[in-house]
């Protein structure tokens, strides 16, 4: 096992203005590792509930997702439900049933804490930092964090930023994280606080990596339609994450390549743009890694001069 | 003379978080010519009052900028005056005072007529489309335009746009013009309309090229402080065209070379950039094809892989 994943695996009722799905998988360690996949080995950490279905069980496995540390409790799955604009901008929450994830408490198997990469998706930042302390290994360990946590716990999200490599957020997010409104300072802030590495996330706009040194910057990929942005940004985690994971430590450490890391932001954005175009994980359900190819290739095309 | 600007001439009060300038020279036509005079030889057709100051036609012609098409008449010239919201992105009027610009009929003088580049900054569409009649042999003509345009005189515009070669336009203008919120398809109806290429520009967000086959994305230059962002569209307007002229017409067309029409993108953010850098037309008293080159190359670095 390369990469090991750790966020929700969830249940997801999603309304756009492309229609209403009731139910259907979503989580962030289920885009993460779906994505992820494309590109390296993959094993999951999480917690469902006993209604979880063996069918999504089986799309994971399906993908090669190793999923000995899909823990299975007594209870329901985690379940949000939301409404987008109908520009697909802002998004409203309409349920968030903690259920299972309430409790979660992440225990990685035993083979797991021998993986070279670690993914941290957007759980509580004390959970995250017991995770990283459970792995033996790890080399580059990168994650994810929301508004949330920067507003009610931000003493232990500071903690837990420490020990990252590097940190994926989003433009507003950057913003509230560092008290900066503008990117370029907000991202040398944010590098203080310990992230070698941060990528901000701008959704339709794209995103742009932060080193110290220099930056590079992804324009977002322009679809004729947007189906579902659900997912979008942890696709891009898995993406960037899967890529660099791919290519090993070397590349993926700021300095050593940074065209290597540059690459990753444009898988990364490949596989946000992949999501965006079904509901929830269905593109993954036919997704291969030639369309991927062929897209990445697109954004050189449309960028290059 | 290569290049033909038509636009306004004007004095605008600007209050940004950085400052508050009461009066200071402005106008599409102003920034257009400032920033192509980089690249091209330029000639202005535009109106002032006799309250226009000797030192606002120095800087113009300080850069080799034609001024035998700026007519000077009895009263006072246009007058913009504006306060930006703190991220800069929204801007209300608080002022417009057409003055002399009310009366505005554009005159060319007889040896501009021959120029085979037009640009015609955003003025009322009948009058836009009277400049190109008078031209004799325009090559090229791409212009600008506005939401209050597309909305009260939307039948003038529609015949204007369909002499035109390329249109430049903002998002939200785009979707306006075209009834359609996803850009891609915006693009592709506006051009049925005339215009061969379309540049769709994102402000911060950077600007898009749209031709019937391809399309191009330029992300924005990140500037760690901007100053005042008045002129900034009109400056993009004036490196697109100014670096297609000083490349000749077969790079201006449409996929004649696609890589001039790239870097004419790239040229045109570049100038956005340096214009937010400092008050009003400050930043080019001192700008010099250097710094802009530069710019070009830093651009390459941060969006090539």
Redesign the interface.
């Known amino acids: 096992m390369s990469l090991v994943v750790i966020g929700s695996v969830a249940y997801d009722g999603v309304q756009t203005p492309f229609g209403t799905v009731d139910r259907m998988l979503g989580g962030s360690c289920t885009y993460i590792a779906l994505s992820a996949s494309y590109f390296t080995s993959v094993g999951i950490v999480g917690v469902v509930g006993d209604d979880f279905a063996q069918e999504d069980v089986d799309l994971l496995t399906s993908r090669k997702i190793g999923v000995e540390g899909l823990e299975r409790v007594q209870g329901k799955t985690f379940f949000w439900k939301g409404v987008y604009s109908?520009?697909m901008n802002d998004r409203t929450t309409l349920a968030t049933d903690l259920n299972v994830f309430a409790d979660f408490d992440p225990k990685l198997p035993e083979p797991y804490k021998d993986a070279p990469y670690l993914f941290l998706g957007n759980i509580q930042p004390t959970l995250q930092k017991g995770v990283r302390d459970q792995m033996k290994a790890t080399q580059l360990v990168g994650g994810d964090t929301m508004n949330l946590w920067i507003d009610i716990a931000r003493p232990a999200l500071l903690e837990t930023l420490k020990g990252w490599d590097f940190l994926l957020i989003n433009d507003s997010e950057a913003r509230m994280l560092s008290g900066e409104?503008?990117?370029?300072?907000a991202a040398a802030r944010i590098m203080e606080m310990g992230p070698k590495i941060v990528v901000i996330k701008?959704g339709e706009?794209?995103a742009?990596l932060f080193t110290p040194e220099?930056?590079?910057?992804?324009?977002g990929y322009?679809?004729?339609?947007v189906f579902d942005p659900t997912g979008a940004g942890d696709c891009f985690a898995g993406g960037f994450m899967g890529y660099l994971a791919s290519k090993g430590i070397e590349a993926a450490r700021a300095g050593d390549d940074r065209?290597e890391l540059?690459?990753a932001?444009?898988y990364g954005s490949v596989m946000g743009s992949f999501c965006c175009e079904q509901f929830g994980v269905d593109r993954f359900r036919t997704l291969n890694r030639l369309e991927i190819d062929g897209r990445f290739q697109e954004f050189?095309?449309?960028?290059?001069?």
Chains 1, 2 share one sequence.
């Open positions: 109908d520009d409104a503008n990117l370029k300072r701008r706009y794209g742009i220099y930056h590079f910057i992804a324009p322009l679809l004729q339609q065209l540059f690459r932001v444009i050189k095309d449309f960028t290059g001069f």
